[in-house]
């Protein structure tokens, strides 16, 4: 049975897009814990990331240091936290947050957003990594 980001990936669900390529999408998540914050998910469903083959692993994080990048210059913060937590979905992710300190990258601050905010917050880093170079951040939404 597909995941519910396979079903993103597809069109069949909504999805706030800030990046796309063959191995790999980035979308707003529906729950952030801050603004700003995206996941990174590969096209292939896999559950562990453990189990990703090595070149995919590689990829994701490649481009979690790309969208990074655009993301501490769209929301400033001190860091931007990296996590792979995985027990909501069934398929590997990764969670970009940008923070000032350990607490806020608590899913107890995680909250239902509004399409309108994904939307924006979408378009705000699609603007920077369209001005850093990258092509992937066309997307159709």
Known sequence: MASVFTKVISGEFPGHFVWKDDKAVVF?????IRDGHVLVVPREEVDHWDD?????LAHLTRVS?????ALKEAYPAKRVGMMIAGL????????????DNMGDLSFDHARNAEPERLAAAATKIREVLLAQGHDEARVDG
């Not at 240091?65 to 990048?69: A, G, L, M, R």
């Not at 909501?88 to 923070?99: A, D, F, K, Q």
Request: hydrophobic content about 35%.
């Open 88 to 99: 909501e979905v069934p398929h590997t992710h990764i969670h970009l947050v940008p923070l």
């Open 52 to 56: 990703l083959p090595p070149e995919l």
């Open 65 to 69: 240091q790309k969208v990074t990048k």
């Open 28 to 32: 707003m998540t529906i729950q952030p």
